[in-house]
């Protein structure tokens, strides 16, 4: 089965970083793109790169339910929600506020339910020989409780791990119609990972794109590295 090519992408949480770098290489590829940004220089960066920009606070119950909507009778072959906040950078086991706390939940766990409901059914139909559209949510390895090596960061922490747990259920609720993988986008060069981080976007991008690209509905359910090795939920 040969890898397609991805023709009509969505992109939740495009104002820079990974998102936009996501933008930048599907538009350098030629594919249709549409992207959401809660700012209005998020929504300029976007349609600098050519594409359709759409405002959405993934965090704000009003404006995910405009999502529908704004994206009713599209067909997307590949979605990625990108949007993610690390919040409270606790070293260990401090309690973080209720607003921290909403924050970076609202944002990385209840923005996912809200956004993967809102595109099953604007996603492409599955052709003969693929297995459906392609679904990406970025996590962490930091929610993996499986590779757990420290507390740092621990709001984040639990989230990612709940945004797993989200984007497992999502993989059965589309089976038959997407794929839906979580991924690890490595330690990554932007305004979260900071300056000294390992990896560049493009990097990491290109890698997560590869792999989509590269799923079979066996591997659907599953959390990746950016570069499509496994990794432990
Ligand atoms: P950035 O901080 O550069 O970008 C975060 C993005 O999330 C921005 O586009 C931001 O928009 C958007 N966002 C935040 N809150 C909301 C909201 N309420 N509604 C809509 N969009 C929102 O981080 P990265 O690009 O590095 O992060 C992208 C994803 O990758 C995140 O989920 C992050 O957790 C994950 N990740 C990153 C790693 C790294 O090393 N960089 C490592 C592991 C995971 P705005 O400009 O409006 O704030």
Not at 100 to 117: I, S
């Amino acid at each position: 089965m040969s890898s397609p090519i991805a023709r009509n992408v969505l992109i939740v949480g495009a104002s820079r970083g990974l998102g936009l770098e996501f933008v930048r290489q599907y538009r350098a590829d030629g594919a249709r793109v549409t992207a959401t940004a809660r700012a209005d220089d998020g929504l300029a960066a976007i349609a600098a790169l050519g594409a359709k920009p759409l405002k959405l606070d993934v965090a704000d119950a009003a404006s995910a339910s405009g999502l529908a909507w704004q994206i009713d009778g599209e067909s997307f072959d590949t979605v990625f929600y990108v949007s993610g906040v690390y919040g409270p950078r606790s070293a260990g086991m401090e309690p973080p506020s209720v607003d921290d706390f909403d924050a970076v939940m609202h944002t990385n766990v209840l923005g996912a339910m809200r956004v993967l409901p809102s595109v099953a059914d604007a996603l492409a139909p599955p052709v003969a020989g693929q297995p459906g559209a392609r679904i990406g949510v970025i996590s962490s390895r930091m929610g993996s409780i499986g590779l757990r090596n420290g507390t740092s960061g621990w709001t984040y922490r639990a989230s990612k791990a709940a945004v797993n747990s989200v984007l497992k259920d999502a993989s059965i609720a589309l089976a038959g119609r997407a794929v839906c993988v979580a991924f690890h986008p490595g330690w990554v060069r932007t305004d979260m990972g900071g300056a000294g981080a390992d990896l560049a976007p493009e990097e990491s991008v290109a890698g997560m794109r590869r792999a989509i690209a590269a799923l079979d509905a066996s591997r659907s359910g599953s959390f990746l590295n950016y570069d499509g090795a496994p990794l432990a939920w």
